[in-house]
């Protein structure tokens, strides 16, 4: 029903930024709004932010004001754009969607803050 695939992640230091993509295909994949997750090494994995398909958008504390979730529904495509990243950030970031209750998640993209 639904595939989606992260792009965009890779090292930078401290300070940086850096945009992820999402691409979601399959049937379903202009029907449902995207959301992107993170998990730090050896923790739980963490919402960050979403981008429903009517505009919406809703993020979590710990990244509002620095990230920023866009979307591009002709396309079926979600990015993040991350600034002042800092080692903290470092995590394998994850893109998710639900639909008819089922949760989907994209395979993942490290970002890796160090200097």
């Known amino acids: 029903q639904l595939q989606l695939v992260e792009s965009g992640g890779g090292l930078v230091q401290p300070g940086d930024s850096l945009t992820l993509s999402c691409t979601a295909s399959?049937?379903?994949?202009?029907?449902?709004?995207l959301a992107w997750y993170r998990q730090p090494p050896g923790r739980e994995r963490e919402w960050l932010a979403t981008?429903?398909?009517?505009?919406?958008?809703g993020y979590a504390d710990s990244v509002r004001g620095r990230f920023i979730i866009s979307a591009d529904n002709s396309k079926n495509t979600v990015r993040l754009q991350m600034n002042n990243l800092q080692s903290a950030d470092t995590a394998t970031y994850y893109c998710?969607?639900?639909?008819?209750?089922?949760?989907?998640w994209g395979q993942g993209t490290q970002v890796t803050v160090s200097s």
């Open positions: 981008a429903a398909r009517g505009g919406a958008r």
């Open positions: 998710s969607t639900e639909f008819n209750n089922r949760r989907y």
């Open positions: 399959g049937w379903a994949s202009s029907r449902v709004g």
